[in-house]
């Protein structure tokens, strides 16, 4: 079997290859974050850089600069923070079923660096179970490490171009995220139980979307679990799935 | 802003990112988790990923746009369809972005 031969290196350089798309589809982000940053946020430059270097969470960025543009004060910043990230711990529990046997030194990078994108990279790999192969970590690793990197040159560009980026979703680029989460999902939605599960999250998630604080997001995702679960509990018969393998 | 707001609203952000990142990836692994919980987190993929794309796609401009003027759905819709019949990833992308930027180029 060939993957049992991969080295670590290998999974390094996969894991970023696997994410370029990504790489595309945050570059507009990146760049307006940095410009909002210094400009209706208000932040100094290295308040801005230190957001991304520090922080490292997106839509949290996005959401304290324009809570900052309103002039919020840092507890109210703080605890949307919390709220806006806590879909990553659903991430985290996801992820952690695959990471018992790693030394612990190797969760606090691969935490730190857990993102939307790096997640939806790496979890098929986690889970193919036609790769027995050794070091996915790695290949986490190498995904996360281009984020980190592609995510501070975008803010720094940001930042330097000021306000004249803000028109940047306009070209499109965006999509390049939306059609790369398109082309991971789709393929893991294999039995009825996931497509309901992927039904419900994308309708719960368009009629919640007025919820404050991308709550929307995470009443959608319980909800979709919540169906995709009982879907497959019900299509089991009286019989308890967790027997079956 | 003071400079020493700005380092403890990012410390404090910080905080609450990594708090949550590190304690659900370094907690969960370590302790058995019940066989119903393991099988209601095998859905967080497709939820959590559907639950992120489809509104962003569904959702212009702060209202539904289900139409053939949204060119986020179109191309969204196409991008399913290839996805589901060739089962590859960089097809779906490329051919994705080709038919989005080409309908924008067109409508």
């Given at each position: 079997m060939p993957e049992l031969m991969i080295s670590r290196r290998q999974r390094f350089l996969g894991g970023i290859r696997d994410t370029v798309p990504m790489l595309i589809g945050a570059a507009p982000f990146g760049l307006i974050f940095g410009a909002l940053a210094v400009t209706s946020a208000g932040l100094s430059v290295w308040g801005a850089m230190g957001f991304s270097l520090l922080v490292f969470a997106g839509s949290a960025q996005f959401v304290a600069a324009g809570l900052l543009a309103q002039g919020a004060g840092i507890p109210v910043i703080v605890l949307t923070t919390f709220v806006v990230n806590l879909r990553h711990a659903l991430y985290g529990a996801s992820l952690a079923l695959f990471m018992m046997h790693l030394p612990r030194r190797w969760l606090a990078p691969l935490a730190f660096w857990l993102t939307d994108e790096t997640y939806a990279v790496v979890i098929g790999t986690w889970n193919d179970p036609g790769d027995r192969g050794p070091f996915k970590e790695w290949y986490q690793l190498g995904s996360s490490v281009a984020m980190y990197l592609n995510w501070q040159c975008w803010t720094l560009t940001g930042v330097i171009a000021?306000?004249?980026?803000?028109?940047?979703t306009d070209w499109g680029l965006d999509f390049a995220m939306v059609v790369t989460f398109i082309g991971i999902v789709v393929p893991m939605v294999v039995n009825r139980a996931m497509l309901v599960c992927a039904v419900v999250a994308g309708g719960v998630g368009v009629l919640c979307h007025g919820l404050p604080h991308n709550l929307g997001l995470i009443v959608a995702a319980l909800a979709a679990m919540g169906a995709g679960y009982a879907v497959e509990t019900l299509s089991a018969g009286p019989t308890p799935a967790e027997e079956t393998p | 802003m003071s400079p020493l707001q700005e380092i403890l609203l990012i410390l404090g952000m910080l905080a609450v990112t990594f708090g949550v990142r590190y304690a659900s990836l370094a907690l969960t692994g370590r302790f058995p988790l019940p066989p119903g919980v393991i099988r209601l987190l095998a859905y967080v993929p497709v939820a959590v990923l559907s639950a992120l794309v489809v509104p962003y796609v569904v959702i212009r401009d702060g209202a539904p746009a289900v139409g053939p003027d949204n060119a986020y759905l179109v191309g969204a819709i196409v991008a399913v369809v290839i996805s589901y019949t060739s089962g590859h990833l960089l097809l779906t992308i490329i051919a994705g972005m080709l038919v989005f930027f080409g309908y924008q180029a067109l409508v």
């Open positions: 000021g306000n004249q980026f803000q028109q940047a | -």
